[in-house]
């Protein structure tokens, strides 16, 4: 079976590139390197049933038709991962998320490739009021350009899926955390702390609080919803659980050895949000997974201490 997966050299698409190798598939890695790096899948790059293939996917169809030839799946995972950037280049999801999802859309139609796997996100029901938040919850109203790009490739890949007889699988997700991370809160967290652990600049209150899973539960869920069946199948993965930032600084503190005397001054930039778009409750609705089999090892808490153990071990910091 040969399985494209683009966005490869990923934080997320390099744990799912390592199961399909495991699994005996040909696999063919599209990246820009924008985010990802390709030390990510480098115990890969000299095998036989492996291609890696540097390319703008915001470009041309064109330019990437040839190489879905004789694909039977596509994992689309390329996109921009950074929420706050929508902020200040709007153009950026605009490109990568839509333009990109569209040109992989039609590289498949041309060379009949007919199943997708994409990754979206919780962002795209907004402030949703009904927590936790099922696949049929609506209407969606994205509060970040991120949600909203995510929310049009949705709809691009449903209407390509009715349209051209494909089928698709589309993964909503919570925050994923774990090895390989180069964004997110407690990256963010890491580097700040790295360069003065006597202050920590907290985005927002504290207050948010949302669910986090772990990479390895997620990857395992993604495998998993392919159980699901419909022309288009909606699947939230997550955890039934949440964190608030301000625990989350407190984890990565402990690990850090940052404790007791040593614990730094949380200095809050107030307000709900982080940031504009920022949604400060999430919490996913999981059923339809669980009804399948599937179940998170880790609940939000541990997902986030095996993350931080993870980048810090990544990064060769020791505890103070």
Same mark, same amino acid.
């Given at each position: 079976?040969?399985?494209?997966?683009?966005?490869? #050299?990923?934080?997320?698409?390099?744990?799912?590139?390592?199961?399909?190798?495991?699994?005996?598939?040909?696999?063919?890695?599209?990246?820009?390197?924008?985010?990802?790096?390709?030390?990510?899948?480098?115990?890969?790059?000299?095998?036989?049933?492996?291609?890696?293939?540097?390319?703008?996917?915001?470009?041309?169809? *064109?330019?990437?038709? %040839?190489?879905?030839?004789?694909?039977?799946?596509?994992?689309?995972? @390329?996109?921009?991962?950074?929420?706050?950037?929508?902020?200040?280049?709007?153009?950026?999801?605009?490109?990568?998320?839509?333009?990109?999802?569209?040109?992989?859309?039609?590289?498949?139609?041309?060379?009949?490739?007919?199943?997708?796997?994409?990754?979206?996100?919780?962002?795209?029901?907004?402030?949703?009021?009904?927590?936790?938040?099922?696949?049929?919850?609506?209407?969606?109203? %994205? +509060? *970040?350009?991120?949600?909203? *790009?995510?929310? #049009?490739?949705? @709809?691009?890949?449903? @209407?390509?899926?009715?349209?051209?007889?494909?089928?698709?699988?589309?993964?909503?997700?919570?925050?994923?955390?774990?090895?390989?991370?180069?964004?997110?809160?407690?990256?963010?967290?890491?580097?700040?702390?790295?360069?003065? %652990?006597?202050?920590?600049?907290?985005?927002?209150?504290?207050?948010?609080?949302?669910?986090?899973?772990?990479?390895?539960?997620?990857?395992?869920?993604?495998?998993?919803?392919?159980?699901?069946?419909?022309?288009?199948?909606?699947?939230?993965?997550?955890?039934?659980?949440?964190?608030?930032?301000?625990? +989350?600084?407190? +984890?990565?503190?402990?690990?850090?050895?940052?404790?007791?005397?040593?614990?730094?001054?949380?200095?809050?930039?107030?307000?709900?949000?982080?940031?504009?778009?920022?949604?400060?409750?999430?919490?996913?609705?999981?059923?339809?997974?669980?009804?399948?089999?599937?179940?998170?090892?880790?609940?939000?808490?541990?997902?986030?201490?095996? @993350?931080?153990?993870?980048?810090?071990?990544?990064?060769?910091?020791?505890?103070?």
């Amino acid at each position: 079976m040969k399985i494209v997966v683009t966005g490869g #050299a990923g934080f997320i698409g390099s744990h799912v590139v390592d199961r399909l190798m495991a699994s005996g598939a040909d696999v063919v890695v599209l990246d820009n390197l924008s985010s990802g790096s390709l030390k990510f899948i480098e115990p890969h790059l000299r095998r036989e049933n492996f291609e890696f293939h540097k390319v703008d996917l915001a470009t041309s169809a *064109s330019d990437i038709t %040839p190489l879905l030839d004789g694909a039977d799946e596509v994992w689309h995972l @390329a996109a921009n991962p950074d929420v706050r950037v929508g902020v200040e280049r709007p153009e950026v999801h605009f490109k990568h998320n839509i333009v990109a999802t569209y040109n992989v859309l039609e590289a498949m139609r041309r060379n009949d490739v007919r199943r997708i796997v994409f990754t979206s996100t919780s962002t795209v029901y907004g402030e949703a009021t009904q927590l936790p938040t099922p696949e049929d919850y609506g209407p969606l109203i %994205p +509060i *970040s350009l991120y949600g909203a *790009s995510k929310l #049009a490739c949705e @709809a691009l890949i449903s @209407a390509y899926a009715h349209t051209f007889d494909m089928q698709a699988w589309i993964y909503r997700f919570a925050n994923v955390v774990g090895r390989r991370s180069t964004h997110g809160v407690i990256f963010d967290f890491i580097k700040k702390l790295q360069a003065n %652990p006597r202050e920590l600049e907290i985005l927002g209150d504290g207050n948010q609080t949302k669910s986090y899973i772990y990479i390895d539960d997620c990857v395992e869920a993604m495998f998993f919803g392919l159980k699901a069946s419909e022309v288009v199948n909606v699947l939230n993965i997550g955890t039934e659980d949440q964190v608030t930032v301000r625990r +989350i600084a407190e +984890i990565v503190c402990e690990e850090l050895g940052l404790v007791g005397g040593k614990m730094p001054e949380f200095r809050f930039t107030g307000g709900r949000r982080g940031w504009r778009g920022d949604v400060p409750l999430m919490l996913l609705d999981i059923s339809k997974l669980k009804n399948l089999g599937w179940r998170p090892r880790h609940n939000s808490e541990e997902a986030v201490r095996r @993350a931080t153990r993870d980048l810090l071990e990544e990064l060769k910091l020791q505890r103070r």
